[in-house]
């Protein structure tokens, strides 16, 4: 499984960017698409999930301000990033849960830096 994001990007406070995540296989095939975040010298901390059954989940620094969708026929999810704080500077990484056996697998990661 191939993940491959785009979107990253310089952005001030407030502003809004949208990250995408397309896969090489069909995401019927994926059990879970999240998003995880890691900012220099912290720990990869998740951002959001979207489960096969469209149930969809927040850390709660980000309700209400990110939102994690998906496109089926692109094989892709998208995290839309609003009133995007300094603090949400990191570079995000796309994650899948695909298969039976539930096999994680990574994006190459996408730097997102938001300046005050």
């Known amino acids: 499984v191939q993940l491959v994001e785009s979107g990253g990007g310089l952005v001030q406070a407030g502003g809004s960017l949208r990250l995408s995540c397309a896969a090489s296989?069909?995401?019927?095939?994926?059990?879970?698409m999240g998003w995880y975040r890691q900012a220099p010298g912290k720990q990869r901390d998740l951002v959001a999930t979207?489960?096969?059954?469209?149930?969809?989940s927040y850390a709660d620094s980000v309700k209400g301000r990110f939102t994690i969708s998906r496109d089926s026929a692109k094989n892709t999810v998208y995290l839309q990033m609003n009133s995007l704080k300094p603090e949400d500077t990191a570079v995000y990484y796309c994650?899948?849960?695909?298969?039976?056996?539930?096999?994680?697998?990574w994006g190459q990661g996408t730097q997102v830096t938001v300046s005050s």
């Open positions: 994650w899948v849960d695909y298969g039976p056996s539930g096999t994680g697998y």
């Open positions: 296989v069909t995401i019927f095939s994926i059990n879970t």
């Open positions: 979207i489960t096969r059954g469209g149930f969809s």
